[in-house]
């Protein structure tokens, strides 16, 4: 039996891309539309403060390119910080989830550093020994929340040691902001395949707390909005 685009049946089992290339309710769609706004202006930003780091470098305004990369570490965290609060804020609202979207374990090809290598492997790994859509689920979200993490700690170290002029080996650290921001680029790319699945999965009733949690605002009239407006329980 062939489904339609759209018309999918409750045993009807979704895949990755049937839940990227689908479209979403309205207010799960203004929803996904501010978070993953807000993730990627952040991220503009500090590629923008990146590339003018590197353009200094460039021209011999060290200087002015190591002032610059304190900037751009701090830009980073905040991007980071975004994203990791998702990964927590989905822990918490799964619980609500009827059942769990099918996720794609992370490839080893899309990232350049040892960092984000070791961890899509790991994962692939554990997506074949896991079962269920659930334990696969969760094990995504913590490994590209943790993944995160080191990602920001391992930038930071080596901005700092541009910034304070103490790296042995500069050049390796140059080098290596720009490896950690491609693998920081697909680590925000992972989380907006995973925030459109996740969405599509949650009841609309319990939108209204994820939105508040995430702090977006909600579409005013939507299930979601007048069930946490009502005092419904999340």
């Not at 895949?15 to 539309?33: E, G, I, N, Y």
């Not at 952040?42 to 590197?54: C, E, T």
């Not at 009841?203 to 069930?227: C, E, I, K, T, Y």
């Amino acid at each position: 039996m062939r489904f339609r685009m759209g018309s999918w049946g409750p045993s009807t089992r979704r895949s990755v891309s049937d839940d990227w290339v689908c479209a979403l309710p309205r207010d799960k769609s203004q929803t996904f539309d501010l978070l993953v706004a807000n993730w990627e202006s952040v991220y503009a930003m500090m590629s923008v403060s990146l590339d003018d780091s590197l353009s200094l470098k460039a021209r011999g305004e060290l200087v002015c390119a190591r002032q610059q990369v304190t900037v751009t570490a701090e830009l980073f965290e905040r991007v980071s910080s975004l994203l990791v609060s998702f990964c927590e804020v989905v822990e918490r609202h799964s619980r609500h989830l009827r059942s769990f979207p099918s996720v794609r374990p992370l490839n080893t090809d899309f990232f350049r550093g040892n960092i984000g290598q070791s961890a899509a492997s790991w994962n692939s790994i554990l997506h074949r020994i896991l079962f269920g859509d659930r334990s696969r689920f969760h094990h995504k979200v913590r490994i590209l929340s943790e993944t995160l993490r080191r990602l920001n700690v391992e930038f930071h170290k080596a901005a700092l040691g541009i910034s304070k002029g103490s790296s042995l080996h500069p050049a390796e650290s140059w080098k290596a902001l720009d490896c950690i921001h491609y693998d920081l680029n697909t680590c925000l790319r992972e989380n907006e395949v995973l925030l459109k699945s996740f969405l599509r999965a949650l009841p609309a009733q319990n939108l209204g707390a994820f939105a508040l949690d995430m702090g977006v605002p909600l579409a005013a009239g939507s299930v979601g909005a007048q069930a946490w407006f009502s005092g419904a329980s999340a």
